[in-house]
């Protein structure tokens, strides 16, 4: 049986709590950084910002040069974190099944709930309608439905903001072949270029390619790129919380520095920080990763594997 997935992603996620939290900032072109305003990146641009052409993650120097106008604001974890808790427990009250994905989207099987396509789409217009009495005007969401999470994710990007996008088995193929390879998760960049090198720019192409030369340049993941093109993806949405895969710190300096005093300081205050986050949930890591971004936002990193785990 098809199942009848969801998936709800929230339209500028940080901007619009700030628009909501504060009217002064409603209609105005926003953008939510670190809080080093002056030395940070937009994590999230209200939709005035980015029809201006301010993008997500873009410098705020970029983004001040582009917009002169826009008003930067520290972002909130706490006060997302609020909302996220509500709209997720407005989820709920629809199916238990609900994985949140991020910060900003959750994954909903409705099939038990729903029984077809016509119930599952009231369900994403009741929710749309309970989310704007419940967290405000301003807290809006894109909504896909299809028979997996993989379709049902690229719906939801399909129309923004407030769209909803319905998509059955038999347009799978149709909603694939209107996007780009990049506007589906899990093909990056770097496997878009790959992609290309073997003649591959469309998922009309990447279906016509020999499913065994697939496998030879991606090894398993040539597997799941073939099962994509044709609209098959993962359906199960668990409603049990997994352990983070990593944990991170980062932190911007308020001026540039080549002193290796400065930057040890930084980065053992970084490396107590993450081993006490491992210590507190009881966890252990084997690889640690170290990134640096340079004055001219370029940067580099590097990995190292222990022969056992550690938490120190």
């Known amino acids: 049986m098809n199942r009848i997935i969801l998936h709800i992603d929230m339209n500028s996620y940080f ?35 980015k029809r201006l052409g301010v993008k997500t993650a873009m410098s705020t120097w970029e983004a001040k040069r582009i917009l002169p106008s826009i008003i930067l604001v520290a972002g909130d974890p706490e006060k997302y974190g609020e909302i996220t808790r509500r709209f997720n427990a407005i989820f709920r009250d629809y199916t238990p099944l609900v994985e949140q994905f991020s910060v900003d989207e959750s994954f909903l099987d409705v099939t038990d709930v729903a029984q077809d396509y016509l119930g599952a789409t009231a369900i994403a217009l009741a ?12 807290i809006t969401a894109s909504i896909g439905v299809a028979p997996n999470k993989l379709l049902a994710k690229l719906a939801s990007e399909t129309v923004k903001p407030s769209g909803l996008t319905v998509v059955r088995p038999h347009q799978a193929i149709d909603l694939l072949d209107r996007c780009a390879l990049q506007d589906l ?27 065994e030369k697939l496998t030879a340049e991606f090894k398993s993941y040539g597997l799941w790129l073939h099962h994509a093109a044709h609209g098959i993806g993962d359906d199960i949405v668990s409603s049990d919380s997994e352990a983070p895969k990593s944990v991170g710190h980062s932190y911007t300096l308020p001026a ?15 490396c107590d920080k993450v081993a006490w986050r491992l210590r507190r949930d009881t966890f252990s890591a084997r690889c640690v990763t170290a990134y640096v971004r340079f004055g001219d936002f370029s940067g580099a990193g590097k990995q190292h594997r222990f022969q056992e785990p550690i938490n120190d």
């Open 15 to 49: 901007a619009s709590v700030e628009q909501q939290a504060n009217p002064f900032l409603r209609g105005k072109a926003i953008g939510v950084t670190g809080k080093r305003k002056e030395r940070s990146v937009v994590a999230a641009a209200s939709r005035e910002a």
């Open 127 to 138: 929710i749309r309608e309970r989310l704007r009495v419940e967290c405000g005007d301003f």
């Open 185 to 211: 998760a899990g093909i990056g960049p770097r496997i878009a270029d790959r992609l290309d090198a073997l003649g591959i720019r469309s998922f009309a192409q990447l279906r016509q390619f020999p499913l």
């Open 256 to 270: 540039d520095t080549t002193d290796p005093r400065v930057v040890q300081r930084h980065l053992l205050a970084l």
